[in-house]
């Protein structure tokens, strides 16, 4: 799933996460951040990880460049670990 814009699943994802007043999730393998983007764009707050250094210095240059850093936050994260989290809640996961 590659792209500039928002992919289809994240589209309809964030009708799921309208409809249930969903405003914190966790994104796993977040890559470049377009769908981070949107999602924080419709004022939901990202927890975004990914396993690139790469990746999550894009996600965050992107955020600070469209006034979005408050609600993502980009780690770098191996899926192979224990998740980085003690007691984060999140109210879904992308």
């Known amino acids: 799933m590659f792209g500039l814009g928002p992919s289809f699943p994240a589209k309809k994802a964030i009708?799921?996460?309208?409809?249930?007043n969903i405003t914190k999730i966790i994104e796993l393998g977040a890559g470049l951040g377009r769908d981070t983007i949107f999602f924080a764009q419709n004022s939901?707050?990202?927890?975004a990880l990914d396993y690139s250094t790469f990746a999550i210095n894009k996600i965050n240059q992107k955020a600070k460049e469209l006034n979005l850093s408050k609600f993502i936050k980009a780690s770098l994260y191996d899926v192979r670990e224990k998740l980085p989290f003690d007691n984060e809640q999140f109210q879904g996961c992308f």
Do not use: A, G, L
Request: hydrophobic fraction near 30%; aromatic fraction near 20%.
């Open 15 to 20: 009708k799921t996460f309208k409809e249930n």
């Open 44 to 47: 939901i707050y990202v927890e």
